[in-house]
């Protein structure tokens, strides 16, 4: 026993251990078929197809972008274009759809005609006579915005002009018409200055006659094509007579 130092007497009856290693419990191997295991090629493609996915969403919200851009410009263009070639709330309502008929009771219509043009326009190159008549006429463009006045058109060397033929001019009483003709008037004298100036500064003979008639004017914009504000009716008609008949640097006018 424990006490006395002795070990303890084994039971020849237990069952003995055997040395041998096919007695020793065997051990356990999971194997993985081809099918169950998971392939590093399959992973691959996913990746490969999700960045691809990425990318394609990426470039199309791009292409969008650019497209929304180039879309805004030429809106911008065109609206910028729309108004330097008409008033600009005659422009805002044709961009809404609108038809634009106006009628003005008492509006100004100018008509200037440079004299001397015809004689020398045969003498020079087509080239000479189109930057001939753009320096005029920018001249006048400037002198027309600096009067309050509205320029219609220009046909050949005849520049056509108006005062009174704006949305906002409808407001004037009837009462102050005569601002509409003191504006019209001191136009045709601007013209006339500047077309001293300009034969003095490049030596060519060339002078202007002036004519002008205030009275009823219906304005519009007529097509869809090479839009403008024109202005129609007996008004237009008397102060054409009126330049027709006029003399060179003089304004003629019938009351």
């Known amino acids: 026993d424990g006490e006395n130092g002795t070990l303890p007497e084994l039971n020849s009856n237990a069952p003995a251990l055997s040395s041998s290693p096919s007695s020793a419990p065997s ?34 919200v791009l292409l969008t972008l650019l497209l929304l851009l180039q879309v805004a410009r030429t809106w911008r263009l065109k609206n910028r274009l729309l108004r330097k070639a008409l008033p600009s709330m005659i422009a805002m309502r044709l961009q809404r759809g609108e038809r634009v008929v106006d009628s003005y009771e008492h509006a100004t219509i100018v008509f200037a005609d440079i004299v001397g043009y015809t004689a020398y326009s045969s003498k020079v190159t087509a080239e000479e006579v189109v930057t001939l008549l753009d320096t005029i006429f920018h001249r006048f463009d400037i002198e027309c915005e600096e009067c309050q006045c509205l320029k ?13 033929c704006l949305p906002d001019d409808k407001l004037v009483d009837s009462h102050n018409s005569s601002l509409f003709l003191l504006r019209g008037t001191l136009f045709g004298w601007h013209m006339i200055n500047a077309m001293q100036d300009f034969r003095e500064s490049t030596g060519i003979d060339l002078s202007i006659r002036v004519g002008l008639h205030q009275g009823k004017v219906t304005a519009g914009v007529l097509g869809k094509q090479r839009l403008q504000y024109d202005c129609f009716g007996d008004t237009v008609n008397v102060a054409s007579r009126m330049e027709s008949s006029s003399e060179p640097n003089k304004i003629t006018m019938e009351l």
């Open 27 to 60: 051990s356990y191997r999971v194997e993985y078929g081809k099918d169950d295991c998971p392939s590093s090629s399959s992973n691959s493609d996913s990746w490969w197809a999700l960045v691809a996915a990425i990318l394609f969403g990426v470039i199309a």
């Open 152 to 164: 219609v058109k220009t046909i050949g060397d005849c520049y056509m002009a108006a005062s009174g």
